[in-house]
């Protein structure tokens, strides 16, 4: 007879086994962000080398150096800002047709941070370089300054959605009061961008959050003393996970939280 010792090393064996299975079965189908194909957009330059006036941003990333965005931003034109939906999203944009391009093409990818607005007092060809239709990237001076020379001041680019690579799980930064939470969503890999989101304490159930502007989503619920857990949905790619006991019972305004759990 099978010693008893035996029979529990077996079925430890046997559980190891089926979670691993199971992982990689979960892993392999689990929605997965791929780059989209190229297209032709213009780009532009704003602010000097150091990026300071990046920072802050329609998004609401705030300082983008403290959390995680760095020098390789863009502001969008309305066309690709999308009302808000397209902060986070990744692009990789190479200079193409112009004598000041680098050699080469090289590519730079860089995180939608913020909003390039039209200026109708300015023809689109002429000035207007965001108003719609147009699609076009008014980048940080550091990421330009990656694919052509900055005296170039326009030029023309090659362009295409790329997965966000980001280092460890989504964060929450805490907006509001114990009656309204605001909640901006940071460090989104993936297709970096968000549909929509729900909000859980302790002792309510799923409460659906509003988009309110970039990347930020608000409830109107009393949530105060209460542990928070989130459930977000990629605009992009439509998968759905679910960050638990992401802040706790004693949460603040004005605090970010980090989680385990990122987008594929």
């Given amino acids: 007879m099978p010693s008893f010792l035996y029979l529990w090393r077996l079925r430890i064996l046997f559980m190891a086994l089926s979670a691993t ?5 979960i892993s392999a189908y689990a929605p997965i962000y791929r780059p989209s194909p190229w297209s032709l957009a213009n780009a532009t330059f704003y602010g000097d080398e150091s990026a300071s006036a990046t920072m802050g ?3 609401g990333y705030g300082n983008l150096f403290n959390n995680g965005y760095g020098v390789d931003t863009a502001a969008l034109s309305s066309t690709l ?3 808000g939906y397209a902060c986070g999203t990744c692009y990789q944009i190479k200079c193409v047709h112009s004598p000041w391009c ?7 990818t860089v995180t939608a941070t913020n909003i390039c607005p039209p200026n109708w007092n300015q023809d689109s060809n002429n000035g207007g370089w965001c108003n719609p239709p147009r699609t076009h990237f008014d980048m940080a001076k550091p990421a330009f300054m990656k694919i052509a020379q900055w005296k170039g001041g326009i030029v023309p680019v090659m362009y295409r ?3 966000c690579i980001k280092k460890g799980g989504l964060r929450f930064s805490f907006e509001g009061n114990g009656y309204w939470l605001l909640v901006y969503v940071m460090n989104v890999a993936g297709g970096g961008d968000i549909s929509n989101m729900w909000v859980k304490g ?3 159930g799923w409460i659906s959050m509003s988009h309110n502007w970039g990347a930020s989503y ?3 619920a009393t949530l105060q003393g209460q542990a928070l857990s989130f459930k977000i949905t990629s605009y992009t790619s439509k998968e759905t996970i679910v960050a638990w006991n992401v802040a706790p019972s004693n949460w603040n305004a004005g605090l970010t939280y980090s ?3 990122n987008f594929h």
Avoid: H, L
Wanted: overall charge positive; glycine content about 10%; hydrophobic content about 45%.
């Fill in 57 to 59: 941003g329609a998004c």
């Fill in 259 to 261: 989680t385990m759990v």
């Fill in 102 to 108: 680098f050699a080469g093409s090289p590519f730079t």
């Fill in 81 to 83: 800002f999308n009302n």
């Fill in 202 to 204: 302790s002792k309510t």
């Fill in 21 to 25: 299975i199971f992982g990689r079965f």
């Fill in 218 to 220: 608000q409830a109107f």
């Fill in 161 to 163: 959605r790329v997965p």
